[in-house]
């Protein structure tokens, strides 16, 4: 079943990985309402395969080298509104104890950063598309979580390419932003994430 999980990243198709559209949900508090209507992420583009340090900043970098990140796999979408950039990423890990290691070493690379934005993803641009302008100073809010033996990481940004500013004063746009990585990441890990079945083998020594 581990070997299952850990080869999916090579035998998933990308547009699977990351599909055309994502759904997902802002939170009542973002819209100070009760209710969640559905959202939907549009994929802008699916970026080559890359080094795990080509991938990420100079301190996520560190981090995942040491705990042997083999390659990342990334994507970029736009949101409902086209208004804000979102790019996610597949970090692939040794295994399951590493990938929350991972989630884990990030958030405490993080402390103690004041306004700097803690270790992440870089975004994938796409000439031509809402991403064009999204690089490394239009990064504003990161998102971690794992699965597996797979990383997930967000990174998102305004469409307009205005730099960094700090998103946690504005309680609303933090939450639509925290609320677009959730849900897109969320989408991700379906594929990747989801237990295998039970392998059978009957007659064979052990059964």
């Known amino acids: 079943m581990a070997w299952e999980m850990a080869r999916r990243w090579r035998a998933t198709p990308a547009g699977k990985i990351f599909p055309a559209d994502a759904s997902y949900q802002p939170s009542g508090f973002a819209l100070n309402a009760a209710s969640k209507p559905a959202l939907t992420a549009h994929r802008l583009g699916i970026a080559r395969q890359a080094s795990c340090a080509a991938a990420t900043d100079a301190a996520a970098g560190r981090v995942l080298d040491r705990l042997g990140c083999k390659v990342v796999l990334r994507a970029t979408y736009a949101d409902s509104t086209s208004s804000m950039i979102l790019t996610v990423g597949v970090a692939?890990?040794?295994?399951?104890a590493t990938a929350r290691a991972a989630v884990r070493d990030l958030a405490a690379a993080g402390i103690g950063r004041g306004g700097k934005l803690p270790p992440g993803l870089r975004p994938a641009a796409f000439p031509g598309t809402l991403a064009a302008r999204f690089g490394d100073r239009q990064r504003q809010l990161n998102w971690d979580v794992s699965?597996?033996?797979y990383l997930?990481?967000?990174?998102v940004g305004y469409a307009d390419g205005r730099?960094?500013?700090?998103?946690?004063?504005?309680?609303?746009t933090d939450q639509e932003m925290s609320s677009l990585a959730n849900g897109v990441s969320r989408v991700v890990r379906g594929p990747l994430g989801a237990t295998p079945p039970v392998p059978l083998c009957p007659r064979a020594p052990g059964c």
Do not use: E
């Open 163 to 172: 730099p960094r500013v700090r998103v946690a004063s504005d309680a609303y």
């Open 147 to 149: 699965t597996g033996p």
């Open 92 to 96: 692939v890990l040794p295994g399951g």
């Open 152 to 155: 997930i990481m967000s990174t």
